[in-house]
């Protein structure tokens, strides 16, 4: 099976999970370092990894490595074990400490929430490890994955996994789940107080009721989704110098997704163009490519 993405210091893969496990899986990905040579070892660069609305399954099975805020308002972490993504509403950077190997699973937040039995709002834009939610089920899964020698074998242990837990993929909450529904249908463009009111529910209720659910509120939610479909579509080159502009259609204007770049990617949008980031981007624009990519004429 080959890579989906291949780099100096990587090899790595984005595969679909069984059908019968869509939407709740979005996709399994696996990073390994790139096969030895006698060529000087390559240079781990930082990674920039976008949040994307979904929860994440993380299992670390070899070297540790970095995870720092973007805005450097926390100290980097060693990450050493493998943990749980809730929600998260910010960029990360992440860098390399070894040769690494990572298996993650992008989970929607529900699944995940079913899942460990525990509200996403409980650790919401940080992480909680397996040893720390002392799910059985999962440290015997990360046993497993850890012990497989292939790529399909990993692929398979996860689709088996979750092919066995498909109660988990039941929403609960209605009215989250509509929500949700209607934030994706509009990419984001979504008034939501408006929203809210319109249903005849206490609006900060309601908000800790979709953090339950999701690890973030409502509105952050919706920002993270319009802003990945614009980012999708600018990096298409539908927008930018003298393009069609289509990155902006759920934008009041040109300075308010300005504002967004810069909250999530730390630049301006000239600096990604011009490509003089000091930090790679490459899995994170591999993720949404596979996301959107797909039907693209739908988006």
């Known amino acids: 099976m080959h890579p989906t993405l291949v780099r100096d210091d990587l090899r790595y893969w984005r595969l679909e999970p069984d059908p019968r496990l869509r939407p709740g899986v979005l996709c399994y990905c696996i990073s390994l370092p790139a096969p030895k040579s006698s060529a000087k070892p390559p240079i781990c660069e930082a990674e920039l990894l976008l949040p994307d609305g979904y929860s994440e399954l993380v299992f670390s099975l070899s070297a540790e ?14 990450m050493r074990s493998s943990y749980i993504i809730g929600g998260r509403s910010h960029s990360v950077l992440t860098r390399a400490l070894g040769d690494l190997t990572i ?32 799910q059985r089920s999962l440290l015997d899964l990360e046993d497993a994955l ?6 399909s074998k990993i692929a398979g242990l996860l689709n088996r996994f979750f092919l066995e837990r498909l109660s988990a993929f039941e929403p609960a909450d209605a009215q989250v789940t509509e929500l949700q529904h209607r934030i994706h249908a509009e990419h984001g ?3 939501i107080v408006r929203w809210v009111r319109a249903q005849n529910i206490d609006r900060r209720h309601f908000e800790r009721r979709f953090c339950a659910w999701t690890g973030m509120t409502p509105k952050r939610y919706a920002r993270i989704l319009r802003f990945k479909r614009a980012y999708y579509r600018m990096m298409r080159g539908e927008g930018a110098r003298g393009a069609s502009g289509l990155h902006l259609e759920n934008y009041y204007d040109q300075s308010h997704f300005h504002r967004d770049f810069k909250y999530f990617m730390g630049v301006a949008p000239s600096v990604k163009l011009n490509r003089t980031m000091q930090q790679g981007t490459d899995i994170s624009e591999h993720l949404i490519e596979g996301e959107f990519g797909r039907r693209a004429e739908q988006y």
């Open 103 to 134: 298996v993650t699973v992008k989970l929607a937040p529900h699944v995940c929430r079913r899942l460990i039995a525990t509200p996403l709002s409980d650790f919401r834009d940080s992480t909680v490890t397996l040893v720390d939610l002392n």
């Open 189 to 191: 463009a979504i008034p």
């Open 65 to 78: 490595f970095e995870r720092w805020t973007m805005d450097a308002s926390a100290p980097r972490v060693s």
């Open 146 to 151: 850890a012990n497989a020698r292939s790529i």
